[in-house]
Structures are given as structure tokens and as C-alpha cells.
């Protein structure tokens, strides 16, 4: 095994409590839909989220490669620099996590590790070719690209739909989410758990523990897998309910037309090595699906929140590891402060959270109300008769089943 500093124990420690922090911040992006719409029940989903985000870590590194090899220029880089970089994608992963807004874990770790690197040697050191090709391109085109598919994937399936039995319809749809769900889960422990993987791998070339261009060690993949697959258990409940309530109200149909678009998206950019936001594709999905029934509407005030938080990630990540850096370099002793300053604002995150605890027993309460814009848009465009409410009264709770989460979400 390779040979370890202590700078470097706390770098690869450090970096899987970011990939914790991303399995909890990211199970909104596979199984949230999956829960407002009552397909399965929200422990269930977490732990069926969880396993396939670790099976999904195992089944490529070609984005582990992008951002070992591509994003920054290795020679230059300390691993004090990497620490810096993951103190600033950890804070603002919190920051979105306590005020429920879906931001993009993938572009934080970006926005640090360059914030970072440009503090310590300069703007050379960012490779820009890779970054707009790679990142910023991919952050605009996945949302734009899933969005569509997932509008004109609502509206093909309505349209199959119409003369369908509404009870049949309604478990097929269900069974077609939580196979779609699985999809996304896997798409995304491929995705965002190598993430993780590429910045400790590039730690340890760093540090002089492994050769320049060596791809990620086994145990640097099992170790991430695992990171991020326990984070996914938790849930990040919060976000669960933007996603699945906040943008907009889903029914079983959209709700697999959503999350079939996002998957194919993901998917399709980890075999090519782009570091993909899986929130900017699931988040476009579930509102292209949202515009795709007749008379449904997206809560544009929680929307924007959601784009202004986008627009926020990679520079407000990038300052504070930049501010990061600055300290670290006074020495082993800013180095420490460094880690005491996130532990502590970590904690504090926590216990600021604690004074409105959402989890699984009210994650698919009711949203905050519509803003005038939302609520004139559904009045002018009502939604369809027939098939929606047999849908909505095949889903519907038994009498005494108590089933909140299914009789809560389905209704239109």
C-alpha cells in the first residue's frame, strides 16, 4: 500500500466525508420522486438508492480520470491545496443541505478544487480547455437536454395512456419509476462517487504516494462506494422534499418519464468522462416532466432560489478555498485551524438544522404555497379529466391503511 503523511491521512479523510456529505445531499436526484408520488416508501428508497450507488462506483473511473488528470495541473499541486478544495465543496454541500435547495455537489468539488489551485500557483494551473469543455458546458447542455426529454416523454405516455385501464396504469407507472429510480442511483454512484475517487487519487499523486497518470487504487474505489452509499442511507431529507414537492406536483407518469431522461443523460455523460451535475439533470428533468401533463406548472419562486444557488456553487466554493489555501500556507498550524474551522461550522450546520428536523415522517408534507405567476399558469391551463383521476383514485390508500405519503401525493 502506499506510503502516507499525515497531511495526506487527513486529505483522503477529509475528501470521504465530502463524498458522504454528496450521498446525502444527492439522494433527492434519484429517489425523489420515486417518494412524492407514493411509488415506494421514503426508508425503502434511501436503502435501494444506497446499494446501487455503490454498485454504480464500481462500473467505471473515465470521470475519476477528468478530474485526476484533466482539470488541474498535477505537478503543482500540494496536498494541502486538495484539502482546501474539499473544505470549501463541504461547506457549501451543507449550507444547500440545511436550507433545502439542490444544489450541485459535482460543481462545488469543481469550484474548490479551482479556487484552490488558482490560490496556490496561480491561474495556470486550472486547465480551461477542460473546464469549459468538461464542466461548464455539460452544466448548461444536461438540464436544457433532460428537461426536453422528460417534457416530451410526459406528454408521449399520457397520450399512450388515455384508454388504459386507470388501476393497470397506475402500477405500471409505479414499477416503471422504481426501475427508472434504480437507473438513476446506478447512473449516479458511476457519476458522482468517482468524483470523490479522482480527487483523492489526485491527492495521493500529490503527495508522491502514487505516479503521475495512475488511475484510481481498488481501495480508493471501495472506499468512495462506500462513503458515498452511507451518505444515500441517511437521506437528505430536505432536499427530498424540493425536489419531489417544492418545483412541482408529479404523478406517477411524469414521474417516470423524469427519471428515465435524467439516467440516460447521466449515464451517457459518465461514458464519455464528463463530470456532470446529476442535480442540474434530475432537477430539468423533474420540471420538463412537471410542464409535460396539461395543466401542470412549475413553482418558478422555488425554481429560482434553485438557479440562483447554481449560478452561487462554483464561485462561492472556489472563495472560501481559496481563503482556505491562503491559510494553510502560514503552515502545519493553519493547517489545523483549517480543519477545527469546518468541524466547527459543520456542527453548527447540524444543530441550526435541528430547529426544523425534516425527515421520512414528513419529507412529502405539503410545499410551500404557489406564487401568483404558478397559481394564474394552472388556472389557465386546468389539468385533464378522466385518466388522471383514475390514476389518483387507483393510488389512493385503502380505508385506514394511514398511509400519508400516498394519499398526500398523488392528488393533482
Known amino acids: 500500500m502506499e506510503s502516507f503523511s499525515l497531511i495526506l491521512a487527513i486529505v483522503v479523510v477529509t475528501a470521504l466525508a465530502f463524498d458522504f456529505t454528496n450521498g446525502f445531499h444527492d439522494t433527492a436526484n434519484a429517489m425523489a420522486t420515486t417518494i412524492s408520488t ?115 416523454g410526459a406528454r408521449l405516455t399520457y397520450k399512450l395512456g388515455r384508454k388504459a385501464d386507470g388501476k393497470a396504469a397506475a402500477k405500471g407507472y409505479r414499477a ?46 471501495l472506499s468512495a462506494g462506500i462513503a458515498i452509499a452511507l451518505g444515500t442511507y441517511l437521506g437528505g431529507w430536505r432536499i427530498i422534499r424540493t425536489m419531489g414537492k417544492g418545483l412541482t406536483d408529479l404523478q406517477p407518469q411524469q414521474g417516470f418519464a423524469a427519471q428515465t431522461s435524467a439516467a440516460t443523460v447521466i449515464l451517457a455523460s459518465s461514458h464519455l468522462g464528463f463530470s456532470l451535475s446529476t442535480t442540474h439533470s434530475v432537477s430539468g428533468a423533474v420540471m420538463g416532466a412537471g410542464l409535460g401533463r396539461k395543466g401542470g406548472v412549475v413553482r418558478w419562486s422555488t425554481a429560482t432560489r434553485m438557479f440562483v444557488a447554481w449560478g452561487l456553487t462554483l464561485p462561492a466554493a472556489a472563495l472560501v478555498a481559496a481563503l482556505a489555501e491562503w491559510v494553510c500556507g502560514l503552515g502545519d498550524w493553519g493547517t489545523a485551524l483549517v480543519a477545527v474551522f469546518l468541524v466547527a461550522s459543520s456542527a453548527a450546520i447540524w444543530k441550526l438544522s435541528r430547529r426544523e428536523v425534516v425527515d421520512h415522517n414528513n419529507v412529502v ?48
Open 38 to 152: 407514493g411509488a415506494l416508501k421514503p426508508k425503502v428508497a434511501v436503502a435501494m438508492s444506497a446499494v446501487l450507488n455503490l454498485v454504480g462506483a464500481f462500473l467505471s473511473v473515465e470521470v475519476a480520470n477528468t478530474i485526476s488528470k484533466g482539470l488541474v495541473d498535477e505537478t503543482g499541486i500540494r496536498p494541502e491545496v486538495i484539502f482546501a478544495a474539499l473544505v470549501g465543496a463541504i461547506l457549501w454541500n451543507l449550507l444547500t443541505w440545511l436550507v433545502g435547495l439542490p444544489s450541485s455537489s459535482s460543481h462545488a468539488l469543481m469550484g474548490g478544487l479551482i479556487g484552490a489551485a488558482v490560490a496556490s500557483a496561480g491561474v495556470g494551473a486550472v486547465n480551461g480547455d477542460a473546464l469549459v469543455t468538461k464542466v461548464l458546458i455539460p452544466a448548461i447542455a444536461a438540464p436544457l437536454v433532460a428537461g426536453v426529454a422528460a417534457l416530451l
Open 176 to 221: 416503471g419509476q422504481i426501475a427508472s429510480a434504480g437507473l438513476v442511483s446506478l447512473a449516479h454512484g458511476t457519476n458522482d462517487a468517482q468524483k470523490t475517487m479522482g480527487i483523492i487519487t489526485l491527492a495521493l499523486i500529490a503527495g508522491g504516494a502514487l505516479a503521475p497518470d495512475s488511475d484510481p487504487p481498488m481501495w480508493v474505489i
Open 365 to 412: 408534507d405539503e410545499p410551500e404555497p404557489s406564487g401568483v405567476v404558478t397559481t394564474a399558469m394552472a388556472a389557465v391551463s386546468p389539468p385533464p379529466t378522466g385518466v388522471t383521476e383514475d390514476l389518483a383514485a387507483a393510488a389512493a390508500p385503502g380505508p385506514g391503511s394511514g398511509s400519508k405519503a400516498s394519499s398526500a401525493t398523488t392528488s393533482v
